[in-house]
């Protein structure tokens, strides 16, 4: 994974598990590209303070990724489903109507 994209996931998934003060500077630079500068600046700490946090906080994501594989698990999900709706594509070009099971499809990705 693209280490945004990874941070991103991680961030969606463990996030609640962080204290309000990490999820807001870790918001900051995963969600609204924010520099260390313009955070440390509004907090009133250090760039290298600010820093040091961000690799705190990805090294507690990482750690409950590694011990719970949510992320993991979610992108196999992702490309399974991904691959039934190319199937169900090809039953459908042969005029089968799959309307129902892309219903569900859907409702399935939609609660990942």
């Known amino acids: 994974m693209e280490n945004i994209v990874e941070r991103s996931l991680l961030f969606d998934i463990y996030g609640p598990l962080l204290t309000e003060h990490q999820r807001s500077i870790y918001s900051d630079v995963v969600d ?10 509004e907090l009133g700490i250090s760039r290298q303070g600010v820093h040091d946090t961000i690799k705190r906080i990805d090294k507690i994501l990482t750690d409950y990724e590694d011990k719970l594989h949510f992320a993991e698990t979610y992108l196999k999900n992702m490309d399974t489903i991904g691959k039934i709706k190319e199937e169900v594509s090809i039953i459908e070009s042969s005029g089968t109507d799959c309307n129902k099971i892309k219903t569900l499809l859907n409702e399935l990705t939609e609660d990942l």
Do not use: A, P, Q, V
């Open 32 to 41: 609204n590209d924010y520099s260390l500068s313009e955070i440390g600046e």
